[in-house]
Nanobody
Framework: VQLQASGGGLVQPGGSLRLSCAASSGLFSMMGWYRQAPGKQREMVAIVRSDGSTDYGDSVKDRFSISGDMGKRTAYLQMNSLRIEDTAVYYC???????????WGQGTLVTVSS
């Protein structure tokens, strides 16, 4: 199983970006996005489960929106009203249904700067 994350880049404060994650194979119960800023621990940004339920980190609620299609093995993160503190490497994660094994993508860099 390989996860391919894309969509990162440089954006000004207040701008928007959309991240995409696609898995090469597998059946997942959850897909989500995590991020790690320099000198900080990795944190959960948003997750979507196979039943459609979602969870968000406190710092991104009302600004970010996650969507996913487990049948297509894809997940998307729409990021609006971006702030400088959103600058980080964003990682896609997927959890397998049967084994509950976790798979990680390679990360995509999001830089929010004026």
């Amino acid at each position: 199983v390989q996860l391919q994350a894309s969509g990162g880049g440089l954006v000004q404060p207040g701008g928007s970006l959309r991240l995409s994650c696609a898995a090469s194979s597998g059946l997942f119960s959850m897909m989500g996005w995590y991020r790690q800023a320099p000198g900080k621990q990795r944190e959960m940004v948003a997750i979507v489960r196979s039943d459609g339920s979602t969870d968000y980190g406190d710092s991104v609620k009302d600004r970010f929106s996650i969507s996913g299609d487990m049948g297509k093995r894809t997940a998307y993160l729409q990021m609006n009203s971006l702030r400088i503190e959103d600058t980080a490497v964003y990682y896609c994660k997927a959890t397998a249904v049967v084994s509950r094994r976790e798979y990680w993508g390679q990360g995509t860099l999001v830089t929010v700067s004026s």
